[in-house]
Each structure stands twice: as structure tokens, then as C-alpha cells.
């Protein structure tokens, strides 16, 4: 019986002196920004709770109905997506 060619695999691997260096930006972020980062996420919480707990005294928060939740996670939210920038 006749023996099979054996095939070379082609090397995937990058070599690692051919890759440019990339500049990071480091350093630890202003206070302001975590001060406002923190600030976003109380402020979502203390929207949802003065809405379950009086809702029916405030009138305007009342009369959002449902989309005093889109407002108090959407604050939530953006204060988490400000965490990604956080060093």
C-alpha cells in the first residue's frame, strides 16, 4: 500500500516583532469623574425609590407612569458604562 504525502500546516502565528506599539493613556481618572460616575448611580436609585414611595404625592412623577423606570436605570446605566472608562 502506498504511503501518504504528509502536508505541512501553514503557521498561523504572528510574529511578535512585526506588531506596532500601541500609546495607552495612563493614570488614574480625576476625582470629578468619579464623583459624577457615583453621582449617576445614586441618582438613578433615589429615582426609583422616591417614585415607589411617593408617587402619589408628586404629581409630574406620578403622571411618567412607567417611564420613571427607563429614567431611574437609565441613570443607573450610564453611571455603569462610566465605570468602563474608570482607572
Same mark, same amino acid.
Given at each position: 500500500?502506498?504511503?501518504?504525502?504528509?502536508?505541512?500546516?501553514?503557521?498561523? *502565528?504572528?510574529?511578535?516583532? *512585526?506588531?506596532?506599539? +500601541?500609546?495607552?493613556? %495612563? =493614570?488614574?481618572?480625576? %476625582? $470629578?469623574?468619579?464623583?459624577?460616575?457615583?453621582?449617576? /448611580? #445614586? %441618582?438613578? #436609585?433615589? $429615582?426609583?425609590?422616591?417614585?415607589?414611595? %411617593?408617587?402619589?404625592?408628586?404629581? $409630574?412623577?406620578?403622571? #411618567?407612569?412607567?417611564?420613571?423606570?427607563?429614567? =431611574?436605570? =437609565?441613570?443607573? +446605566?450610564?453611571? #455603569?458604562? /462610566?465605570? /468602563?472608562?474608570?482607572?
Amino acid at each position: 500500500m502506498p504511503k501518504s504525502k504528509v502536508r505541512k500546516k501553514p503557521d498561523y *502565528s504572528s510574529n511578535p516583532a *512585526s506588531r506596532t506599539p +500601541v500609546k495607552v493613556k %495612563a =493614570g488614574p481618572s480625576p %476625582a $470629578w469623574y468619579v464623583a459624577i460616575m457615583l453621582g449617576f /448611580m #445614586l %441618582a438613578g #436609585l433615589v $429615582w426609583l425609590i422616591v417614585y415607589y414611595l %411617593a408617587a402619589e404625592s408628586i404629581e $409630574w412623577i406620578n403622571n #411618567l407612569g412607567a417611564w420613571n423606570f427607563a429614567i =431611574g436605570f =437609565g441613570l443607573m +446605566v450610564i453611571g #455603569l458604562v /462610566m465605570t /468602563m472608562r474608570w482607572r
